[in-house]
């Protein structure tokens, strides 16, 4: 079983850069699709960006397409989530997430391990 432990999150202001880590203990890491996650106050727990196995294929909402960049270390047990120009809407705790099961391309959903999350606050 995989746990993940995000960190990096804090409070920027908007227009600044903030890079989210998940390390990743407990199985073998290169055996799953990792996935970023967000939830805002009030708001259902959303879909940011995955990253297929070996890092060769990334998925993204289309609405952060430019802004945030995932990426993965497999030799360290790391994926990151580089966010740059933050706006106050991406405010929200950030989740990452592993599956084991799947093809070729990282899914969205289907996630069986999450980590407890990273709060970003964007001020404006």
């Known amino acids: 079983q995989v746990q993940l432990v995000e960190s990096g999150g804090g409070l920027v202001q908007a227009g600044g850069s903030l890079r989210l880590s998940c390390a990743a203990s407990?199985?073998?890491?290169?055996?799953?699709?990792m996935g970023w996650f967000r939830q805002a106050p009030g708001k259902e727990r959303e879909f940011v960006a995955s990253?297929?196995?070996?890092?060769?294929?990334?998925s993204y909402v289309d609405s952060l397409k430019g802004r945030f960049t995932i990426s993965r270390d497999n030799a360290n047990n790391v994926a990151n989530l580089q966010m740059n120009s933050l706006k106050s809407e991406d405010t929200a705790i950030y989740y990452c997430?592993?599956?084991?099961?799947?093809?070729?391309?990282?899914?969205?959903?289907?996630?069986?391990?999450w980590g407890q999350g990273t709060q970003v606050t964007v001020s404006s």
């Open positions: 997430a592993a599956r084991a099961s799947g093809g070729y391309f990282p899914p969205r959903t289907g996630y069986d391990y």
């Open positions: 407990g199985g073998t890491f290169s055996n799953y699709f």
């Open positions: 990253i297929s196995r070996t890092g060769g294929t990334t």
